[in-house]
C-alpha cells in the first residue's frame, strides 16, 4: 500500500507539470510568432 | 548568556547589516512593494521556500510527524508542490501581467470593483495577521527555550529585527534575506538530520528498528499511527479523505496564498515565474519531508516526549555538537523571521496601497489621479508594518482568550476565500464582480461562522464537512448565483484579456527555448520525488515489516 500511496504521489504532480508544460508550449504556440513548435514536441526557433 | 543565544544575535545582526545595505537601493514604491519588478530565479525560488517554510514547519509538521503521522502528511506535503506548479502557470503568469503591487489591487483590477479590491484586502491583512501573530509566539516560544532569556524579551527581541528588514529595506530586502535564510535552513537541516541520524543509530537502521518494534512501527506507516490526526480518522478510508481535503487546503496555499503568489509580482519575467515555481515544487516538499523525518527519527531515542513541538530543539541541543545545534537553530529562526518578514510586508502593502488609497479616494474623490504619491505610500506602508508588530507581540504577551476566535480562521481561509475567485479571475468569462464579492464573502465568512458554531457545539465535524471544504462550497455557490443575475462589464472583459495575453517581451526565442527546456526536465519533479521517498523512507521500512 505504501508504494501505492508513494506512486500516487509522484503521478499527481507528474500530472501538474506536464499539464503546466503542455498548456506553457500551447500559449508560447498560440502567441508567439518567432517560435514555432513541431508535433514531436521539439521546439524550434526560426 | 549561552553559545546559542550567541550564534541567533550573529544571525539577526548580519540580516540587520544586509537589510540596512539594501534599503540605500530603494527608490520609489515599485522597488519597496514588488522589488522593482526586476527579481531573478534565485531571489524568487528562494522566497517562495522561505515565505512558507516558519516555525509551522520546524515545530507544527516537525510535531505532528513525531507523533506518528509522517505518511498522511507526506501525502498533503505532495499537494502542495503540485500547487505551487499550477499556480505559476495558471494565476502567477497572470498576475504579473496586471502589473498590480498587491494581489488585492489585482482582483480589483480584474473585476473593475474598489469593494471586491477592498474586500480581499481586509481578508488579506487579517489572514496575514493571523499568521503572523503564529510566527511570533513560535519565535518567542523558540527563542527563550533555547537561550533561557525571558519570552517577552525574545518576542521583542524577533520582532525588532523583522520589523527592521520589512521597513527599511522593504521586499526587496525581504527577498535578498528570505534566499539567505532559505539556504541556511536548508543546509542546518541536512546537516541536523545527519547528526540526529547518528545518534539515533544510523539513518536506516532507525527507520528499520522503528518499523519492527510493533510499539512505533505504525508512525512510519502511511496511514500513521491510529488516533494522532484526531478521532474522527480512523480507517484507511478516513486517511484518504485525510489526505484529500488538506492536500487541497495545502495546495492552495502553494497555488494562490498571497505569501506564495505575491513572489510572483517581484518577478523579472515570466520565465522565471515558471522556472521559480518548479524549484519550489520539490523543494518544498524535500524540505518538509526531511524535517518530518528528522524529527520521527527521534522516536528511537526519546519516545513520547511531553511536549512534541519542541522535538527539534530538543534534538538541536542534545543529539549534536553544540556548534551543530547553533547552527540548526539559527537555521529555524531564521525560517520563522523570514516568514515574518513576508507576512508584514503584505500587510504593510495591502494597508498602503489597497485600504488607505481607496479610503483617500472615497473621501477626496478630487485626488484619484494624484501622482508622485510613492513617499506618502511606503510611508503608510511602513507605520502599517509597525502596528502589524506591535500588535502581534502585544497579543503574543497578554495571550487574551478572544485570541482564539481569530485564530480558528487559521490556513482554512485561503482555500475558502481566495481559491475559488481566483481560479474564476483567470479561467471563468461568466463570473462577475458581484458573483466573486459574493464569493469571497460567503467563503470568508461562511468558514468563520461554520467553525466558531462546531466549536461552540461541541462538535467535530468529519473531514469531509470541514470549514475549509464548507467554505469552497459556499463560496462557488454564492460566486454563481452573484454572476448569475449580472453582466459581465466591458471593462472586465478587458481586464481578463489583458491578463491572458503574453506581453510581446516575454517572447524573445532564446528565452522560450530555455523555458520550455527547464519544464521538459521539471516534468520529471515527480519521479524526483518517488526516488526520495523510496530510497529515505519506503524501502527501509518495508523490508523491517517484511513487506
Known amino acids: ?46 | 548568556m549561552n553559545i546559542y543565544f550567541v550564534g541567533m544575535i550573529i544571525v539577526m545582526a548580519a540580516f540587520l547589516v544586509i537589510s540596512y545595505f539594501v534599503s540605500r537601493k530603494v527608490r520609489n514604491a515599485e522597488d519597496f512593494y514588488v522589488a522593482g519588478r526586476n527579481a531573478p530565479v534565485l531571489l524568487i525560488a528562494g522566497s517562495l521556500l522561505a515565505s512558507y517554510m516558519g516555525t509551522g514547519l520546524f515545530m507544527g509538521d516537525a510535531a505532528t510527524s513525531y507523533k506518528g503521522a509522517l505518511g498522511p502528511m507526506t501525502i498533503i506535503a505532495s499537494m502542495l508542490g503540485a500547487g505551487s506548479i499550477f499556480g505559476a502557470v495558471f494565476f502567477g503568469r497572470q498576475l504579473r501581467r496586471s502589473n498590480t503591487i498587491t494581489i488585492p489591487e489585482y482582483f480589483g483590477m480584474r473585476f473593475h470593483s474598489d469593494s471586491m479590491r477592498m474586500l480581499s484586502a481586509v481578508v488579506s491583512v487579517v489572514t496575514m495577521a493571523v499568521y503572523l501573530i503564529s510566527v511570533v509566539q513560535g519565535l518567542g516560544t523558540l527563542m527563550s527555550t533555547v537561550t533561557g532569556v525571558h519570552y517577552h524579551i525574545c518576542l521583542i527581541a524577533c520582532a525588532a529585527v523583522f520589523t527592521f528588514i520589512s521597513v527599511t529595506a522593504g521586499s526587496k530586502g525581504v527577498l535578498i534575506t528570505d534566499t539567505l535564510m532559505a539556504a541556511l535552513f536548508t543546509l542546518s537541516l541536512l546537516i541536523g538530520i545527519g547528526f540526529i541520524a547518528k545518534e539515533t543509530g544510523g539513518y536506516f537502521d532507525t527507520i528499520r528498528s522503528l518499523a519492527s518494534d510493533p510499539d512505533t512501527s505504525a508512525i512510519l506507516s502511511w496511514t500513521g499511527k491510529p488516533g494522532v490526526l484526531g478521532f474522527n480518522v480512523n480507517s484507511t478510508f478516513d486517511v484518504i479523505l485525510w489526505g484529500g481535503v488538506y492536500g487541497i487546503v495545502w495546495g492552495a496555499v502553494g497555488m494562490i496564498s498571497p505569501w506564495q503568489a505575491s513572489r510572483y509580482q517581484m518577478a523579472k519575467s515570466e520565465h522565471v515565474i515558471l522556472k521559480s515555481s518548479l524549484i519550489a515544487a520539490f523543494g518544498l516538499f524535500a524540505l518538509d519531508f526531511f524535517a518530518m523525518m528528522a524529527a520521527l527519527l527521534v522516536n528511537r531515542v526519546y519516545p513520547d516526549m511531553p511536549d512534541p513541538s519542541r522535538v527539534m530543539i530538543w534534538a538541536s541541543m542534545n543529539l549534536m555538537p553544540k556548534i551543530i545545534g547553533v547552527i540548526l537553530l539559527t537555521g529555524i529562526l531564521s525560517a520563522g523571521i523570514s516568514s515574518a518578514t513576508t507576512f508584514q510586508s503584505l500587510i504593510g502593502a495591502s494597508v498602503s496601497n489597497d485600504i488607505m488609497k481607496l479610503i483617500r479616494i472615497r473621501m477626496h474623490p478630487e485626488k484619484s489621479a494624484e501622482q508622485n504619491t510613492d513617499r506618502r505610500d511606503i510611508r503608510i506602508g511602513r507605520i502599517a508594518m509597525i502596528a502589524a508588530a506591535v500588535i502581534a507581540v502585544a497579543i503574543s504577551v497578554t495571550n487574551p482568550q478572544a485570541l482564539f476566535i481569530i485564530m480558528f480562521l487559521g490556513s482554512s481561509m485561503i482555500a475558502s476565500t481566495w481559491m475559488p475567485v481566483a481560479i474564476a479571475s483567470v479561467f471563468s468569462k461568466r463570473v462577475t464582480k458581484t458573483g466573486a464579492f459574493c464569493g469571497m464573502l460567503a467563503g470568508f465568512a461562511g468558514a468563520f461562522i461554520y467553525k466558531i458554531a462546531t466549536y461552540f457545539a461541541g462538535w467535530e465535524p468529519p473531514v469531509y464537512l470541514d470549514s475549509a471544504l464548507v467554505g469552497m462550497v459556499l463560496n462557488v455557490i454564492a460566486m454563481t448565483i452573484g454572476s448569475a443575475f449580472t453582466q459581465v462589464t466591458d471593462q472586465e472583459k478587458a481586464a481578463r484579456k489583458k491578463i491572458l495575453t503574453m506581453p510581446e517581451s516575454e517572447k524573445e526565442p532564446g528565452d522560450v527555448k530555455r523555458t520550455l527546456r527547464v519544464m521538459r526536465i521539471g516534468c520529471f519533479v515527480g519521479v524526483g520525488i518517488f526516488a526520495v521517498l523510496l530510497i529515505f523512507w519506503l524501502i527501509p521500512y518495508m523490508n523491517a515489516v517484511g513487506k
Open chain 1, 1 to 46: 500500500m505504501e508504494i501505492l500511496i508513494a506512486a500516487a504521489v509522484c503521478a499527481w504532480i507528474t500530472f501538474f507539470a506536464v499539464w503546466a508544460y503542455l498548456k506553457v508550449k500551447k500559449d508560447y504556440r498560440n502567441d508567439s510568432s518567432s517560435v514555432s513548435v513541431t508535433k514531436k514536441g521539439k521546439d524550434t526557433v526560426r
